[in-house]
Every structure is written in C-alpha cells, then in structure tokens.
C-alpha cells in the first residue's frame, strides 16, 4: 500500500492508495473479544453500535481483523458493520492461519496452500463479501515455504477474490522471498514507544521494498495509556502471559507511564494520545492501528491524529519512554520463540 498524509472531512486519516482512493485510518474490531480468547483482552460485547460501524462513522475505512478472533465471530460483527451498502468505503484486511479449538485453544498455523484457499472461502461467506481487499498469513508456518503461502494468495488475486497481499510478524529474510513471489503491499508488526525493535532491519527492509507498515500494539496492549488490568482479573492475558505487566517490570513501566502523561498535561493530550501520535510520526508509511475496544477509546485515540507536535514534542516524548527502560519483552519467551520478526 503506498500511504500519504491528508485531511479529509475530519481527522487527519493515514489515506491508502488503493486503486480507489480510500480515506483510511486502522482500526481494529474487537468487538467480540472475550478472555483470552482470541489473542486480545477482556471483553466488551456489542451493546448498541459495534466499535466497527462507528469507526466507519468516524471516516475510518480500515477495518483490521483475524479470522480467528472469536473463532469467526470477528468476521460476522463485521459484516453487521458492513450492512446498509458500506461494504464499498471499507478497506477489509484480514489475517488467517491460526488453528483454533472449541475450547478457545491454540493448535498452531497451517500456511499450506490448499488451507489458504479454505480459510478464504469461510471468510468470504462470514463476511458476506465476494473480494478480501488485504489477506494476509497471521504467523509464518515454520513447515510451509513462504513461497508457497503467498504463491496460494497470489492465486486468490488472480481469480479476483484478494485485492492485495500482506504479512504479519515475519522478519526482513522472508519480506525480501515472499515479494519475490507476489509484491507485498503491508506488514503488520508491533511497533510503539516500547516496542522498537523493527527499527534495525525490518523496517529498513520494508521501505526498499515500497511495503507498509500496519503498526499493532502502540499502547503496548493498554499499558502506555496507564490502564493495567486488575492483578486479578481473570484471564486477562496481560497479566497471565506478558513479562511488562508482571511484578516489578509493571511498576518501572508505568514509570515511564507516568513521565509521559506529565508531559501530556503540558501538551494538552493524555498519554495514550502521544503515543498514538508518535507512532503516527514516523512515517507517512506507517499505519498506526487502534485497539479500540470502546467508544470512547476510539474517539480519544482519534483526536490523537489531529494532534500538532512539532520535532522538539517528539523528541520528549521520545525520550520519556527509552527502550532501554522498557521492563520486559513483548510477549513471553515461548512465544516469542515463535516469531520470525524476532529471529
Ligand atoms: N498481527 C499480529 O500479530 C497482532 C497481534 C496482536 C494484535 N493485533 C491487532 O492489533 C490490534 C491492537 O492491538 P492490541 O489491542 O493488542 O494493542 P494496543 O492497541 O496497544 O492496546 C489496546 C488496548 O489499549 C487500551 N486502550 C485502547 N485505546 C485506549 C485509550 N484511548 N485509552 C486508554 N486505553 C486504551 C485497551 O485496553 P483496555 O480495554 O484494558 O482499556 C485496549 O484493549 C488488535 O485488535 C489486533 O487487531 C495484531
């Protein structure tokens, strides 16, 4: 996707350039979540509008989700979200491969060729759509060559059902064979104040290559705008499986938490808003998506992109939160073990 900056009618919007000339700005939907189930947090069920349909409201055209979120359940807000001819203004990007079980566990990835064709027909029915405008693998199958993956996709652009193809959480070696087979349009990768680490290679990479970046966990699941959950909240994944919210790694982070949100108060936005907007900063190419679970979440996130910081702001928002700092990795040793972005 080639993105450039503009304002339309409202927010500033990240705009993607997708043959149709949409206003997009990322958001997810996670309307359905429920504990631990699908790999985000918590739970806030659709009680009147889905926070799909009022991002879509707000001027938001990217809508980011998984087929796996809510085991499909994702996919059917969504659709809801789509009624009343908005399918059109929307830019769907969807990630498949994660094996799910009916007790909300976890089998692995299936990045086989004949799998990608399945998981894309289920999504096409749930959603109701006949095109996928961004399908993506949400992991890198470690038993099927990436060539094949994105060979599978590529046939799906072929016969019209996907617009164009993207990647998730894989490293710079398989960015560079995976466009060697199809052009990349966009990876989606964790990137945020306390979570840097594309910086050395993977972005590098994807900027030779014209690809762009959809940047997941800029609050660093919450934590940057300062609202932890309860130590006791049940099933809460953040403080069941994520070393930055556990024990004395939570309290040094909220630190730098707190620094920020000081710094906030004299640049009239909360903590959430500046590290929403820091990741903005970075470039036009980078897509900053919100976790939005809640009406108000999303409107105080959006405000974040009318934010106007001038360098030396960055610079001390940048500084309030060092990486050095930063108490615990991202995800948890095993899982991390996982992730060809971090090989
Ligand atoms: N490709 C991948 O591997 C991958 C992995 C994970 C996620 N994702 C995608 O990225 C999306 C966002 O990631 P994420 O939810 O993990 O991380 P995030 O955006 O860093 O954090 C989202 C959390 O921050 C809190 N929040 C959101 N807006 C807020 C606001 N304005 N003020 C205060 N708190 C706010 C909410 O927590 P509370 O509800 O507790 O307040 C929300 O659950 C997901 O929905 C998913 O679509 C992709």
């Known amino acids: 996707m080639n993105t450039e900056t503009s304002q339309v009618g409202g927010p500033v919007a990240q705009v993607v350039d997708d043959d149709r000339g949409h206003t997009l700005v990322a958001a997810s939907t996670a309307d359905d979540v429920t504990a631990d189930g699908d790999g985000k947090i918590g739970a806030a069920k659709g009680v009147g509008k889905l926070v799909g349909q009022r991002a879509l409201d707000a001027g938001i055209t990217l809508l980011d989700t998984g087929d796996f979120y809510g085991m499909g359940h994702n996919e059917l807000l969504i659709r809801r979200a789509l009624g009343d001819g908005k399918r059109k203004h929307a830019f769907i990007s969807v990630k498949f491969g994660a094996l799910r079980g009916p007790d909300n566990s976890w089998g692995g990835f299936d990045g086989r060729p004949q799998a990608v064709k399945n998981f894309l027909a289920y999504t096409l029915k749930r959603l109701d759509t006949d095109y996928i405008d961004l399908y993506r693998p949400a992991r890198l199958d470690p038993d099927v060559p990436i060539e094949d993956t994105i060979g599978a996709i590529a046939d799906m652009v072929k016969a019209g059902y996907v617009r164009h193809i993207g990647l998730s959480e894989v490293g710079a070696d398989t960015i560079r064979r995976a466009h060697a087979v199809h052009p990349i349009a966009d990876l989606q990768i964790e990137y945020s104040l306390m979570s840097r680490g594309i910086e050395a290679s993977i972005l590098p990479t994807a900027r030779e290559l014209g690809i762009s970046i959809t940047a997941y966990g800029i609050l660093s699941r919450g934590l940057l705008s300062g609202h932890v959950p309860n130590a006791n909240a049940k099933g809460d994944i953040r403080t069941l499986r994520m070393p930055?919210?556990?024990?004395?790694?939570?309290?040094?982070?909220?630190?730098?938490?707190?620094?920020?949100?000081?710094?906030?108060?004299?640049?009239?936005?909360?903590?959430?808003?500046?590290?929403?907007?820091?990741?903005?900063?970075?470039?036009?190419?980078?897509?900053?998506?919100?976790?939005?679970?809640?009406r108000a979440q999303l409107y105080e996130a959006l405000q974040a992109l009318n934010l106007q910081l001038d360098e030396a702001a960055l610079a001390q928002i940048d500084a309030a939160v060092p990486t050095g700092r930063v108490a615990g990795t991202r995800y948890a040793a095993a899982q991390l073990a996982h992730l060809d972005s971090e090989r």
């Open 244 to 294: 930055r919210f556990q024990g004395n790694n939570l309290a040094r982070n909220l630190e730098l938490v707190d620094t920020l949100r000081q710094l906030g108060t004299r640049l009239n936005a909360t903590a959430a808003q500046l590290a929403i907007a820091w990741v903005k900063s970075r470039g036009d190419d980078i897509v900053p998506l919100i976790g939005a679970r809640r």
